[in-house]
Each structure stands twice: as C-alpha cells, then as structure tokens.
C-alpha cells in the first residue's frame, strides 16, 4: 500500500516538475528587442470599454516600445485582482478607479504617489473637483480622468404632449412636471379624482432603488448645506433634519404621488421604452441613448433646497508601487498620454477633466448639462472603509437606508439614526 | 493488481490527482490557514487563532445569512426533488413531442447563473414585468417580487427552480430507464393503478437516485450566489443575503481574507456534515449505495 502511494507520489512530483518548467518564467522569456508590455486594469464593461479599448489601440499603434494590455472587469471583481496581483509582486502598471477609492488603496500601501509627482500636472489644467479628487492626506496619488454625476435625462416628445416647456430647475417645478407626466390608463393624473395608481400607463419620473437612490439623498443633503461625514472621516455626522428633508422628498415622489415605478429596476430601458418621462441617471447611459430614436436632452439635476448639488465622482488613473522603475514610468507615460487625448474619452459618456477638451466635448449631444454641473458636484468622503460603508450589495447601511424609505416608506427620523450607527460601527471597527 | 498495473493505474490517475493537489486541496488548506489569520491580501497574515470563529459566532450579519441561506433551501430544495422527480416521470411517459418537452425543460440549466439573475429581474419588474402582466389577468394585484423583504426570497427559489429542474430531471430520468420494464407488467396483471405503481415500484426504486439528487441539490443550493447578486443584491435590507455573499463581500469587497475565510470554513463544514448525514442514511441499510 505504502509503494504504491511513494509511486504515485513521485509521479506527481515528477510531472509537477515538468509543468513547471514547462510553463515558468523560462517560457514566457521576451525576446530582447520585444516591446515592454504594460497591463492596465480598468472596470469599463459597457461601452466606455469599447472607448477605451480603441485609445489603447491608438496608443499602440504609435508607440512601438511599449504595447499595452487592458483587462476589463467589474469594478468589485478588478480590485480583488488588483490586490491579489500585488501580492504576488507583479501589479497592473496602471490601475483605474475612482476618487472614493483612493483612500482605502492609499492606505493599504500599494498606490505611488512620488511617480504621479514626476507628471508635473497643473491643477490650472483641470476641473477643480477631479483634482481634489486626486488626493488623499495632502498627497496626489492619480491622474484626473473624468467625472460622471447624476443628471435629469427627460423625453421631449412626452414633454411636448404635456405642455411642458422646459426641464425641471427646482423642487416644486421637478414634483409638478412629474405629475402632469403621469398617466394612468383612464388618462388621469395623480391629483386628478379617480386616478389609479395600480394601472399606471406612463411613469413622470424613473430613478434606481439602490445605492444610487442614496446618492440622491446625498445631493439633498448637501444642497441644504450638510455634510455626511465629520472631519476625521470616523463619525457620520450629518445633521438629521436635512437628512430627514432629503429623504422625505424622495418620498414623496413614490407614496405620496405616485410618479415613481415602485422598485424600478432599469430606469434607462423603461425610459428608452417612452414608459417614464423623466430619470434620474449619470452620462454613462449617453452613448446608449444616442442610438435610440427617442427625442431626448439632458438637464442639470434639479435645486430642490436652497443651494446646488448632485451626487458625482471620477476616474482616475494610479499607478500601483512596484519595483521596476522603468515599467512605472512607461505607465505614467500613457496615463499622462490617455488624459492628453482625452477628448475621445466623452465618446463614452463621461466627461474629460482637461479643460482644453471640454469644449469639443459640448457638441456632443446631450453633455452640456453635465459639463456644467462639474462644479458644484459632490463627492462620497474619501474614507479608508469607503468600500465597505458605500457597498453597493448587502450588507450596506447606505443600501438598507435608501430601501426603507423607498421601498417601505419609513420615518426618515428613525432611517437617519440607523444609518449613523451602522456607519460609526463600521469606521470605528479597527 | 500486479505492481506493473499498479504503476499504470497511477499515471493515469496523476494529471487529475496534480489538479486537485493544485486547485482544490492546495486552497483549501491554504484556506483553513488563512481563517486563523487576520489578512487583507496585501500585508502578510497575522497568526489569531480562533478569534475569527469567535467573531462570526457573535456576528448577527452572519446569522442572518444563515437564517436566509436556510430558508432558501426550505423553498427550493423540495420543488428541485419533487419537481424534478415529477417532471422526469412526465416526460418518460410514451407521449408525442417527448424529446422537444425534454430539451426545454433542460435548456435553462445551460444558462449562467448571472444570466439566470438578469432573466428574472425582467420576468419580476413589479411594473412591466411578464409574472406580474399574467398575475393582473387572474386579477391579483401586482408584487413587488425583487423589492418586498417578504417575496424576494421566493422570487429568487423560484429563478432556481427553474434553472436547476432540468438537470435534476435528466438524473432523474437514468434513475426510471434503470428500473425494469416487467416489475410494472407485473404490477398491472395484479391489478395496480398508476399512482400505486408511482408510490410503491417508482419511488423505492428510485431511492439511491433521490439521495444522489438531494445532496447535489443540497450543495448547489448552500452555495447560491450569483443569482442572489444579480437580482437583489442581497437585499431589500439583508433579506436575500446568503452565506456565499456574506463570504465574498467580506473577503473580495472588505478584503478581509482572513475573516472570510472562515466563514468558507463555516461552509465547508455544514456541507461535509451534509455528506456524513447522507452517508450515515445510507449505510443504514436501507439504500444500496
């Protein structure tokens, strides 16, 4: 029995050296005048991949030194590859992501911030939100890309039928529109008697139930002068009243009169389908929408309180530490490259932070309304358990806190407080 | 065996005994390691003994990850047996189209999972939605399937059943062509009905099958995930959060491998207690293994 296994054994350790001269370092040897191959690691699944791929393309097809690899994936996926990879010492030599995440990176150690240094990018060049968004404890650790943020995407068409002349600016005109947008099958509206709320034909207003739903409030929040975290970035210090507010009002929309599919779950399908009038979505659904026959524009997110604000964050481009100097400057050379061409970038919806390609970029349809929101947007905090606290999957406090106002319509009151300890357990958790 | 058979026998049994060294008994120890150790992939682990099984033994997320991954497998777990077993005796009756009913009932289960999940977010849009439009024609007010804590576990049971009956059925199916043909000759010249045909030839018969189907089913159900984070998220609130979900948002999302880790190890121990349970049944005489 035991000669049998001692067979078996060294077969096994016989073929695994095999393989392993096989398939190592030796067989992947580059020739020595083979370009040097740098791997870019960037979460665009939709078409913004598609973008990119072709700048990549570009990028190679002028620079014969280097050829450059791109790996799409989910973004959640792509991080855990990231880590793994630089574990196991070979990094991605650049690596995308957006501002909220530079903190928990930056504090695990594994972004550079001395190479960014070398780019010797002007704040002057950029839009001034996506250069902060670029830093983390006084150190720039990326290259601005972009910045996508919540927009009112409305149908003209359905606007035209409704006598309505322009989009929405604030509260009052937002929750009137939406409500001479909704129509039931009898062709009521919902402040007309004998409207049916259960045989809703067309919707005035569509937005997401999750995550996106607390960027809404988040918005809210900021345009009644709040903030959500405190200064140490450890308490979640929003002042509740305009929490309250911030949730009441989205509300509204969905229990109180009924111009919001409950739970929808594709506002940008139910939109291009002409069943909701308004939505609430970011510049990544642009390219989609241009090849609709849907007569669409875009306008700023409504100012329901006293000041603006919409939710809204970036790319950006890091380059992860590594030990070999010459592969982290070839990536600095094409991150610096990607934001120099960067006008082809807002064929993907999102919009260039240069500020010398932001005005080709308006001719574009649809991305006047974005442009001119990059100001006053803002930014979930840039916190070490940014990912954690802003999960987008359970168990999430920002997902749990916007399902129980607009799925069950919950006193905001109690909705704040239980954000705030499921918040403060998670940053104060070592 | 002589020694020569033996050598031979183990050449052909070493590229799958290499994979399995490399691919599963490798992580998995390298997995049980880790649960002892406080690691977030990038830094090296810190040896903490017990401390994560301690943790999870007091962390109320993780119970109701439990409580949820259990009730998912009270509600699919019998239709995926049941409903199999009753699908597989349909379609094995001499009936016209058999083949075509067989392939349809089949083809999900060649579907992704993740698909699976984008599939019946569309069939359970509470608005305009297909369940919901054929529901509004019996009259019943619409659900909100994926958005109320109290349907969107069972909307995710059912999107599985429908995924996985197939291929429980083609089990199944091996099962009854395995049963001879004059056991049911004989029971029809004493006089017996279909039904007692079903209960007393069909189902005993079919014993060593069922117990195969249900620990497969076991297994797949304990490790749902795909689905649960396509459709809901593990929502609404942590109503659709399961065990595999808790363990990937802990490890690949909070990267604490460690931690996660030993929730893998929560898993992996009530998957092999299923297995001994099983074995235990069998052995008992009562199923020829």
Known sequence: MFGRFATTLGILTALLFVVGSVIGPRAVAAPAHAPLELQVYGGWTGPDGDVMRNMVSQYNATHSSVHVTLTTLQWSPLFSKFLTQVRAGSPPDVMAMHWQDVAQFASLGVLDPNIVRQAKLKSSDFSSTAWKGTFYKGKQYA???DQHMHGLFYNKTLFSKAHIKSPPANGK??????????????????????????????YGLGFLFNHHAFYQWYALLYQQGGTFMDKSGKRADFNMTYGANAWRFLENFVF???????????????????????IIDGPWELPLLEKTHIAWATAPYPQVFKRRAEWGSGHILTIPKQSNAAREK??????KWIIDHSAQWSTSGNIPVLKKVLYPTRTYPGRTAFIDMMPTEVALPDIPKGAQVFSAVAPSPILTAAQAALLRDEDPHSIDSTLKSQVDSITSTP | MGKTQGRIAALFLAPYLCFFLVLRLGPTLVGLF???????????PTYIGLRNFNTLAQDQTFAIAVKNTLYFLLLAGPALVVGSL???????????????????????????????????????????????????????APIAWLADPTWAMPAIAIATVWWLAGYNMIIYLAGLQDIPDEVYEAATVDGARTFQ??????????????????LLTAITLFQIFDQVLVMTGGGPGTSTLTIVQYLYVQAFQNFNLGYGAAVGVAIFVALVAVGVVQRWYAQRGEVPT
């Open chain 1, 143 to 145: 290259l601005p890309l």
């Open chain 1, 173 to 202: 005109e937002w929750v009137a529109d939406a409500i001479k947008l909704t129509v039931d099958s009898n062709g009521k509206h919902p402040n007309q008697k004998g409207f049916n709320p259960n045989s809703i034909k067309t």
């Open chain 1, 256 to 278: 109180k009169y009924h111009v919001v599919p409950t739970a929808e779950s594709s506002p940008i399908n139910d939109f291009v389908a002409q069943r909701v009038a308004m």
């Open chain 1, 330 to 335: 070839a990536g600095l050379s094409f991150a």
């Open chain 2, 34 to 44: 880790a649960s002892l150790t406080s690691w977030n992939i990038v830094g090296s």
């Open chain 2, 86 to 140: 009753l699908l597989a005796v349909m379609v094995n009756q001499k009936i016209p189209g058999k083949r075509l009913v067989r392939t349809a009932i089949f083809i999900p289960y060649a579907v992704m999972p993740a698909i699976v999940g984008v599939i019946w977010n569309w069939m359970d849009d509470p608005h305009f939605g297909l369940i919901n439009y054929y529901l509004g024609k019996l009259g019943i």
């Open chain 2, 197 to 214: 045909m079903f209960w007393h030839i069909t189902v005993p018969l079919l014993r060593p099958t069922t117990m195969i189907v249900t």
